[in-house]
């Protein structure tokens, strides 16, 4: 099965990015990160991209374009020269303009640390439980204009404890996103999937 390139785009740790770096260089998820953007300038996911030796790394300031459409324009740009076939995004907190989302169509996948469509938005693992809920966990989506709102990919529950705290409870959905992001990579390379309405039914 041949590789197929992917950009990801971070913001902060960058631990998911890890996790696929390690998937795709242990033979695991077949794709091969070309680049990787941030826009944040001190985002440790970047020395992560260093270390894996990914070729393009680039912090792309918005501070420098005038509006999100022209800061998304310039992400694409990239995107496109290196031939990316998915995007994905890995702790990328910044809401993405109609222009990119239609620009990669069907090819603009999300995680999200909560059981989608509970608890969207910036803190969701700290709104699953403050809410109550006794499972929370994590969704790959694409991502649709709507914020978290695309259709599910893949999702993976984890209980919440007693003893919760937001922290303890993001580790343990994180253990379960290294997992999840990859493996359904692979599944997007290897098998595809079609759409019924919302439902993304994966080819056998
Ligand atoms: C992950 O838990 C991811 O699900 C979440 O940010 C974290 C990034 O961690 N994403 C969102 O909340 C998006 N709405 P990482 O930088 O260590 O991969």
Redo the contacts with the bound molecule.
């Keep these: 099965m041949t590789r197929q390139s992917i950009a990801v785009m ?1 913001s ?6 890890a996790a696929i770096l390690e998937a795709a260089n242990k033979g695991h998820c077949p794709v091969d990160v070309r680049v990787v953007i941030s826009n944040k300038v001190d985002a440790p ?1 970047l020395q992560i991209a260093r270390d894996a030796g990914v070729d393009t790394i680039l912090f792309i300031d918005p501070k420098k374009y005038p509006n999100r459409s022209s800061y998304d324009q310039a992400c694409v740009e990239v995107i496109q020269k290196h031939a990316c076939h998915w995007v994905v995004l ?2 990328y ?1 910044r809401i993405l303009s109609s222009l990119f989302v239609s620009h990669f169509e069907h090819r603009l996948i ?4 909560a059981l989608l469509p509970s608890f969207a938005g ?1 803190d ?1 693992v700290g709104d699953a439980l403050s809410y109550g809920v006794k499972f929370s966990g ?1 969704t790959v989506h694409l991502v649709s204009e709507q914020v ?1 709102e695309g259709a599910i990919l893949a999702q993976a529950v984890v209980p919440v404890m007693n003893d919760d705290t937001v922290e303890s409870l ?1 580790q343990r ?2 253990q379960k ?1 290294y997992e999840l992001y990859p493996e359904t990579l692979r599944c997007l390379v290897e098998k595809g999937f079609r759409l019924d309405g919302r439902r993304v039914i994966w080819n056998s």
């Design positions: 971070v902060g740790r960058g631990t998911n990015l996911a890995a702790g907190m999300n995680i999200h640390p910036a969701g994590c978290d993001h959905i994180h996103e």
